[in-house]
């Protein structure tokens, strides 16, 4: 069966398998949250992005093959419920944007700066530093060789909207900004994106609604 990105609390996984990297996405804990493991295809070598909840869920995900790195798209704590349980069990080094590391209570080995890369074995993710859901989220980038662009947007960008902003103004500009310029007027519409929660989308689908999206504030 062909990926979909539509998964349920308790569900199963779902798999996409791009040329070189496997993208497995699945729903843990009480808000809901998506998880996802990256597995380079050619090496094996496995990286998680947000460990939020059900380490044990997560760990059965993993499998034997072994966890390189956990990567914390931003320091609110749905995102990394599970992420001290996960690096014992698996030694895996950790990462977060360098301005969200401090909200995370489990050390961050590696601090993340806007264009800095993270590799999956012989895969590279590219770090987009994104300002207003929090300090220092971060959406990842794999700007496939052999495809479209895949983009892992944590809480700051999902179908319909930027992501929450708390009612500031000010926060929410920012993101939708940073949203604006560093994703939209850079990538695809082809693009495909995978958000902390719900189902995924792409950039051409999302392109149309920013003026509403400004208009609304939110």
């Known amino acids: 069966m062909s990926y979909t990105g539509k998964v349920t609390e308790g569900g199963p996984a779902d798999v996409r398998e791009l040329s ?16 996802y493991l990256l597995r ?9 992005v ?13 499998g034997r093959g072994g966890l390189a790195k956990v990567v914390t798209t931003h320091q609110h704590g749905d995102h990394w419920g599970a992420l001290a349980d996960v690096v014992e069990a698996t030694g895996a080094t950790t990462y977060a944007g360098a301005h969200d590391a401090e909200g995370i209570p ?13 590799t999956v074995g012989d895969c590279t993710l590219t770090a987009i530093h994104l300002v207003g859901h929090t300090p220092g989220s971060i959406a990842l980038l794999y700007d496939d060789p052999d495809g479209t662009p895949h983009l892992f947007t944590g809480d700051c960008l999902f179908p319909g909207g930027v992501g929450n902003t708390f009612g500031s103004k000010e926060n929410f500009d920012s993101l939708l900004h940073d949203v604006t310029t560093k994703l939209f007027d850079r990538l695809p519409d082809e693009t495909w ?14 392109r149309p609604k920013i003026p509403e999206w400004r208009e609304r504030g939110w």
């Open 20 to 35: 070189r990297l496997m993208i497995t996405k699945m729903v843990v804990g009480d808000f809901g949250n998506n998880t």
């Open 40 to 48: 380079c295809r050619r090496t094996d070598e496995q990286v998680l």
């Open 50 to 62: 947000d460990a939020a909840a059900e380490p044990e869920r997560i760990l059965s995900l993993v």
């Open 106 to 118: 489990v050390p961050t080995d590696v601090l993340v700066e806007d264009g800095d890369t993270i």
């Open 193 to 206: 994106f995978y958000p902390g929660h719900g189902d995924d989308s792409v950039l051409g689908a999302e």
